[in-house]
């Protein structure tokens, strides 16, 4: 369908627009994008229009305001997410009356997660200073970041399940990438500030060539149909190699979405990856490349319209310069 969003051209370094969580807001009423953005780290924008939240709908807000912005540790907090109804897509949960917020921020170089409250989906949102979930120890699959968090509330066992991105230091016990990220789960009960890790849930994959085997990126966990869960996910076939310097070292080439299925009524375990992703970066068509994709297709975000199609939204282009673009289902 084209770019949604662009990213910001004059900003120095870094300038992304991707990442994106989309909810409903009935203070608008309509869609509510939060978003990694630019040299702020975030952003929101908001579509009135429920059926077509496609390019030319969506206006850009600026940052998301924080309360207490002192307390965001590291520079910015960016990949912003906001905490979701499990078993209602693209819907809000309210806990306790307050929405939350999850942002991931920097500490002594390493990534972590933070979370905040609002009594509005607009904000101003009141950040907790100390990290809601941290990195591991030094041999753990998350030593070096806990990245690109999820959270989903299961009102029936009063319980929010994160889904994050762990980065090793040292080498994991596994022959395909062992220094490669993997998705991970975690869980609060509503009632208690204390998270307990479970572990990792979709390591990379084990054959060799898969689109999964090198990296694995931010997770968007969905009911399923033919399965009880479905995950739309970010990942590569590339492994990450220590001697790799350049600034893509962690996450190399080529960045892909694709989906994964678990049949638990509880999410935590059992989860398998689909043989081929949503694209090959060969395959993206000769107009997305003129309008700005390709090299990678980053953070993957479905939204449920009315009319039962899903819009999937993507970050996609060269390493710290992507641009927001969709899909839509047929």
């Not at 694995?216 to 790799?244: C, E, F, I, K, Y």
């Amino acid at each position: 369908m084209g770019l949604v969003i662009a990213r910001h051209e004059a900003a120095d370094g870094c300038s992304v627009a991707g990442d994106p969580c989309i909810v409903w807001d009935d203070d608008l009423p309509g869609w509510r994008m939060v978003l990694f953005f630019s040299s702020s780290g975030n952003a929101q924008a908001i579509c009135t229009n429920r059926d077509n939240p496609g390019p030319g709908q969506w206006k850009l807000l600026g940052p998301i305001p924080f309360a207490n912005p002192e307390d965001i540790l590291g520079k910015y907090a960016h990949k912003p997410f906001i905490v979701m109804d499990a078993r209602h897509p693209n819907c809000a949960a309210r806990i306790d009356g307050r929405f939350q917020l999850l942002v991931v921020s920097v500490r002594d170089g390493h990534k972590m997660i933070q979370r905040a409250f609002a009594e509005r989906l607009g904000g101003p949102w009141t950040v907790e200073k100390e990290p809601l979930i941290g990195t591991g120890s030094d041999s753990d699959f998350d030593a070096n970041h806990a990245d690109a968090v999820t959270g989903f509330y299961f009102p029936e066992r009063g319980q929010v399940l994160y889904f994050y991105m762990g980065y090793p230091i040292k080498p994991q016990a596994r022959n395909v990438s062992p220094f490669g990220s993997a998705q991970a789960v975690a869980v609060q009960d509503v009632k208690e500030n204390r998270v307990r890790k479970l572990g990792i849930v979709l390591p990379p994959s084990q054959q060799i060539g898969h689109w999964a085997s090198g990296w694995v990126g931010g997770l968007q966990l969905l009911p399923g149909a033919r399965h009880r869960w479905t995950a739309v996910a970010n990942a590569s076939p590339t492994a990450p190699t220590p001697a790799d310097k350049a600034i893509h070292r962690e996450e190399p080439p080529p960045s892909l979405g694709g989906f994964a299925f678990c049949d638990e009524e509880w999410p935590v375990k059992g989860w398998q990856w689909l043989s081929d992703p949503i694209e090959w970066i060969e395959n993206v068509p000769a107009d997305a490349i003129a309008n700005g994709e390709g090299v990678n297709l980053w953070r993957q975000h479905i939204l449920c319209l009315p009319s039962g199609r899903l819009a999937l939204y993507y970050n996609s282009g060269t390493y710290g310069k992507e641009q927001l673009y969709m899909k839509l289902s047929q």
